[in-house]
């Protein structure tokens, strides 16, 4: 029969291995339900569907009377207040006692912004493709093609999903000015301070040709299409089309790779157009893991430190791990806690919130999903989406789709 070793209990129930030995005795007291095996002189709980209903309630019980002194307390920085909605906190809270995570999008606020700012400018400066080089590279290897599917209509609007500095967009806009056909250009983003950084580089670039027009949005649950109305219903409608862009692989970091599909498709009309970039699942993407503070670090990249500190979680508390899970074929950066820790959030009067974290718990600060080429195009048809073109960057290290919405053939499918 199948059985756990009493390390394996302690990391599943995030107790110690001495807790475990204690439940090992109480069962042989009868004063648990546990099946035992024993193997040699020793005995260890057997790996069964009831066991697993007594475990459960054993590690509960252990953690209902530990006391106070068992976690360390921490409060979240005044600062933190100041930067979240209470939406947004409770969405903190939500993410780190359900699934044990901070959701990526809560880094690119206010120096998170800051942070991506600096990110991309190493981008631009080093001699090897990565989100932004590659996207930049796509758009302008393809910048015939966007024109034939934009149809030579004399309107385009251009909407780009999760905008960021606005620099992979640069050379697109240029184009669609000098061919007289930009509209308007809106940004769409879940942090103001990054919508600040793209209107002020869009200023520099373009001064008066472009305006700039940042919304604040989460695009995972929030459409777009009420930005639209006027532009669809002028005169003009049938001569204005709308190109909308997410790039630079912002969908990996979901927990689902397809959470903003459904908006934006939804959001898209009849002749719309969705260009998509991110990083195919490749052997050197895999091997390459450019997630901390410069290439092939190990320690935690600024922006996932931000968050931390804004949770005033200090350094002492955890330890960084950054790698790839090859069965659910995702990158991660996640920190271990050393110490159980308590987080006390303070939302003002009886606003209060606790969540409590387990010594060894992990706290993931970000996934990268891994798709292939096929996968990407799959997840794209699977939502909906009408596939119309493909390209990689000569090094294949970059990948992007073009898709449409029309697909009458396929209006009735379940
Ligand atoms: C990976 S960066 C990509 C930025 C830019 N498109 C590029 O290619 O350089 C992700 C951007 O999307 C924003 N973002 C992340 N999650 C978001 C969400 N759920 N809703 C809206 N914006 C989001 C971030 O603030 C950041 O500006």
Known sequence: MPYFKNRQLAEKYHV???????????????????????????SYVADT??????????????????????FKTVSPRPEFYEIYSDRQILDIITNLSVHGEVPLQYNY????????????????????????????????DNLATIDRFLKGKKKVNVIDLGVGNARPVKELLGHLLERGVLNRYIGIDISPTMLEVANRNIEKWYGDAVKFEGYVRDI????????????????????????????????????????????????????????????????????????????????????FKYILDLLNIDESLYEAELGFDAEKKMRYTRVRLKAAVEIQFDLGGSKKRTVSLEKGEAIQLYRAWHLDTSEIIAELSKARFTFLHASLTEDGQYFMTISGVENRIDADRP
């Open 220 to 303: 995972t649950n929030e459409q777009f299409d009420d930005l639209l109305v006027e532009d669809m219903l002028d005169e003009d409608a049938d001569q204005t089309i709308n190109l909308v862009l997410l790039l630079g692989g912002t969908p990996v970091n979901f927990r689902s790779f397809n959470d903003a599909f459904k908006p934006i498709f939804n959001s898209m009309h009849r002749n719309d157009v969705l260009i998509h970039t991110l990083k195919p699942d490749t052997h050197a993407s895999r091997r390459y893991l450019d997630l901390g503070p410069k290439p092939g670090s190990i320690s935690l990249a600024p922006n």
């Open 16 to 42: 110690s291995p001495k807790t475990v030995s204690n439940w090992i005795d109480q069962a042989k007291e009868g004063k648990a339900d546990l099946e035992l095996i024993q193997k040699g002189s020793y």
């Open 49 to 70: 569907p009831a066991n697993g209903v007594v475990l459960e309630s054993l590690a509960a019980k252990g953690k209902k009377y530990r006391n106070a002194a068992y």
């Open 109 to 140: 606020l206010q120096d998170g912004a800051k942070n991506w700012e600096d990110r991309m400018a190493r981008f631009e400066s080093e001699g090897v493709t990565n989100s932004l080089v590659g996207t930049i590279e796509l758009i302008q």
